[in-house]
């Protein structure tokens, strides 16, 4: 597959497992913020491939498990409501509430949906104007603006039966989060390349000079991480800490400005829950004044859904890197794919599911 | 009797999609569920269909139900999916395929040009697999209460004195052979339901392979075990193995056969193909004596021209299924969770 195989390259993959390896002096701790990027180093075993004394740990960058459980209960409160088609991408649909997940819901009889796109849903509403049609909004700056969009249409064809539930959420302030922590112990950043197609990198920029931190923008391929991986290691080991563009051929500098722009119009900035961290100020994204018709939680009546997270999940010290995933009590035994405690159990890119999928036979041996 | 349910009902109160998705609910709601119930010797097998002894003549008998949307794709439709289905799984265990039984689930208001479309698709599979349709049933339901056609085909078959098709022989150092692409029916069928168009059109496998079975069979009298890797693709078939034989297997990720196209619309739709469902593919299971022989004779044979490699029985860590990666890593493959795509077959 062309501009795939280059990144798989196991000759090149060697190589750089071996100037990692040479570089390495200390130990460095560094954490990759994109859930795609947890998946392929799991899917490719490339912590294989790292010495000793680096340790990659996994951030909160899987919108699926940040998204709080409360939002989950109000999705799946819409969704039994009379006259609703809910919409979503696959994974939002098994994530557990505190009671049932949306595909229980279906099994109730609910319309729920899965889409491949929010604009799929725009053409379900206009074909259905007897129906109360909503999207399931979640992730980060990434899909931001195809829902974006998608309001925007249904705004330009005057559809009065289409809403999204947001719980978009940014990866700046959840980074200034996990910094700000007592406990901290991250030495550098792999951002996600695919939040910097969208947003460039200017506003990463303040972030290493606050923290003192290298932080790499990259892609989620094996030589991609591995790439990030050794620009991080030689920031580290001769003592800079700057802002590194590994994934260039999709980043640019300044991002795509039609898309910011675009948000800006729809969306304003939001303070934010995330799931097992807790409230983020200035982290999310709500639909503005301007589109607020189009915004289920004022028109559906769930303000008052209020959910506190099962105690027994670590997910929040999991997606904080502070723990692992097999260092809770629950991993593999009360908490499996099939019966999520937390989000992270759920998405193939939430740090416990790739680790349940991807390491148990380690695991269990050691 | 056991009076409780033994899924325990705070877990699931309703029946899921994913029960059906042959992927490890679907395992649950059998072991827990089914298993237990109907508990005897031949259901026990746990193979693609029950092996029946008549003073010494063995017969394997087998049943499977279609539902798939859209009842027409490209490579194929829901009837020649009924016909190729059973008969694959009689030919798994061992059995040349001699006779089906019909039954259509018809929704009111069901087109009959699709209807009669259907029928001669069925004609022609059955033709095609040898096979005849020897018995069969027909209801309708209200309009509302189906989704246009359902089908289910049960089929027997005789097994021949020599074969021994069952997971209890499997040894370490057995070879995998697969008899080509991975993947392309649930592929095709995801595709048609996203409404995607990719540059090449991605058919389809379903394929009645008994002839291929049987060719193989003569031949040598060292194959273990077969297995089609339907839903839930080859990750789940190969981990029930795993489980059933107590011993691991081992695959060559660089040696597993898939369409450049179908990668493609993986990549896109962000699919590992090792869960996706095939319907013309199956797994042979062979010591290694005489692994270049069966190999040679599935080269030669319609359905099997890309026959190849893919992995090996090991000893090591029984019960799962471990991937040497094309980066030179090692991975677990695990089974499916939920389903990846609804009503597929």
Same mark, same amino acid.
Request: proline share 5%.
């Given at each position: ?11 090149? !993959? ?156 940014? !990866? ?195 | ?345």
């Amino acid at each position: 597959m062309k501009y795939i195989d280059e990144y798989r390259d196991p000759k090149l !993959v060697k190589l750089l497992a071996l100037k990692i390896k040479q570089v390495t002096k200390e130990n460095w701790t560094i954490m990759e913020i994109c859930g795609g990027q947890t998946h392929s180093i799991m899917k490719y075993s490339l912590e294989e491939f790292l010495p000793e004394n680096i340790q990659l740990v996994h951030g909160p960058g899987c919108p699926v498990c940040v998204t709080p459980l409360e939002i989950i209960d109000k999705a799946v409160n819409i969704s039994l409501q009379s006259d609703v088609i809910l919409t979503s991408f696959g994974d939002m649909l098994r994530v557990p509430g505190s009671g049932l997940d949306l595909l229980s819901a279906k099994a109730l009889g609910a319309d729920v949906r899965m889409v491949y796109s929010p604009l799929d849903a725009v053409s379900i509403a206009a074909s259905n104007p007897n129906k109360k049609v909503v999207f399931f909004a979640v992730g980060f700056e990434t899909t931001a603006p195809a829902n974006a969009l998608a309001v925007s249409v249904a705004k330009k064809q005057n559809l009065n039966n289409f809403y999204i539930l947001s719980s978009h959420v940014l !990866v700046p302030p959840a980074i200034e989060a996990i910094m700000s922590a007592p406990e901290v112990r991250i030495h550098a950043f792999l951002a996600a390349g695919h939040v910097c197609t969208v947003m460039g990198y200017n506003e990463y920029i303040p972030l290493t000079e606050k923290y003192k931190i290298p932080i790499v923008v990259t892609g989620f391929e094996p030589v991609d991480i591995l790439q990030g991986i050794l620009a991080a290691v030689e920031q580290l080991e001769s003592g800079s800490y700057e802002l590194e563009n590994q994934y260039s051929r999709n980043v640019k500098k300044e991002g795509n400005i039609k898309a910011q722009e675009l948000l800006k119009e729809v969306f304003d900035v939001v303070d934010r829950k995330w799931r097992g961290i807790g409230l983020i100020p200035k982290s999310g994204l709500n639909l503005n004044d301007k589109y607020s018709t189009f915004d289920a939680e004022k028109h559906f009546d769930v303000k008052n859904i209020q959910v506190e997270e099962p105690l027994e999940c670590i997910s929040g010290s999991v997606l904080q890197g502070l723990k692992k995933p097999f260092e809770c009590s629950a991993f593999g035994t009360k908490c499996t794919p099939e019966k999520p405690l937390g989000a992270p159990m759920v998405s193939t890119e939430g740090a416990c599911a790739a680790y349940f999928h991807y390491k148990k036979t380690e695991l269990m041996q050691n | 009797m056991e009076l409780n349910c033994p899924i325990p009902i705070t877990q699931y109160k309703q029946v899921l999609l994913a029960h059906g998705g042959g992927g490890k609910l679907s395992e649950q709601l059998i072991s827990k569920l089914f298993l237990p119930q109907f508990n005897n010797p031949l259901l026990n097998q746990e193979h693609d269909g029950a092996i029946i002894d008549f003073n010494g003549t063995r017969l394997a008998f087998s049943t499977d139900s279609y539902v798939v949307q859209p009842l027409f794709f490209p490579g194929g439709d829901i009837g020649e999916l009924a016909v190729n289905g059973t008969v694959n799984d009689l030919a798994c265990c061992g059995a040349r395929a001699l006779y089906l039984s019909l039954g259509f689930i018809i929704e009111e208001g069901f087109s009959m040009d699709e209807l009669w479309q259907i029928t001669q698709s069925i004609k022609r599979a059955a033709d095609h697999a040898g096979v005849q349709i020897v018995t069969g049933d027909t209801k309708v339901v209200d309009k509302g209460k189906g989704d246009k056609i359902f089908i289910n085909t049960s089929g027997i078959g005789l097994i021949d004195n020599h074969v021994n098709i069952s997971s209890s022989k499997l040894k370490p150092g057995d070879d995998i052979i697969i008899n080509g692409n991975i993947a392309d029916h649930g592929i095709t069928i995801m595709l048609q339901r996203a409404e995607l168009q990719f540059d090449n059109e991605i058919k389809s496998d379903t394929a009645p392979l008994n002839e291929m079975v049987q060719s193989v069979l003569e031949i040598s009298e060292n194959i273990h075990m077969m297995r089609d890797p339907t839903r839930g693709g080859l990750a789940s078939s190969l981990n029930e193995i795993t489980k059933k034989a107590n011993l691991g297997i081992e695959l060559y990720e660089d040696k597993i056969p898939i369409a450049e196209n179908v990668k493609n619309a993986c990549e896109l739709l962000g699919l590992d193909p090792l869960h996706i469902a095939n319907e013309g593919k199956i797994l042979f299971f062979v010591d290694p004596d005489d692994t270049q022989k069966v190999l040679a004779k599935m080269k030669n044979q319609k359905y099997g021209e890309k026959s190849c490699i893919i992995g090996k029985v090991v000893e090591k860590d029984p019960g799962y299924v471990r991937m040497k990666t094309t980066i030179g890593s090692t991975r677990i493959v695990d089974m499916i969770s939920g389903e990846q795509l609804p009503r597929i077959c």
